[in-house]
């Protein structure tokens, strides 16, 4: 079931990520329908005999991240969008599901990945240009869930 999660995250993180880069917006019905593809994975590896602690994790890191970007959008909100906030409760989701008792560390990992991706991005997508309009940071976020979700045991 992991594959099924991983194709799953990568498929809505193409589709995702195209939008955001193109319109600089993350359409609600997309997140949600990330986010419940996910549930809906996990919870069927769960009842073929997988870790139900996992899917506890899981259920629990989307809230706390969605919950941390929401604090540093009220904190600043021209710097990160709405659609930041709701698209990280399904990546929390899978980073809880991912991180199991270590979601703090992956939650971490993948602000600060997100962070360096979405400036290296920037300075390499406008390098010559004058362009000096906000950068998406769904795409570093979307690309750093899965670089995490990759490499957690």
Known sequence: MAVAALAWLLVGSILLARIDLREQRLPTRWIWALAVGLVV???IDVLAGGDGARLGWALVGGPVFGGLLLGLHLASPLSLGGGDVRL??????QVGWASGDEIATGIAAVTALAALLTVAGGLIVRRGRLGT?????????????????VWSP
């Open 41 to 43: 994975i996990h919870g």
């Open 133 to 149: 309009g906000p950068l998406p940071f769904g795409p570093g976020l979307l690309a750093a869930t899965l670089l995490v979700t």
């Open 88 to 93: 990280a409760v399904p990546l929390g989701i």
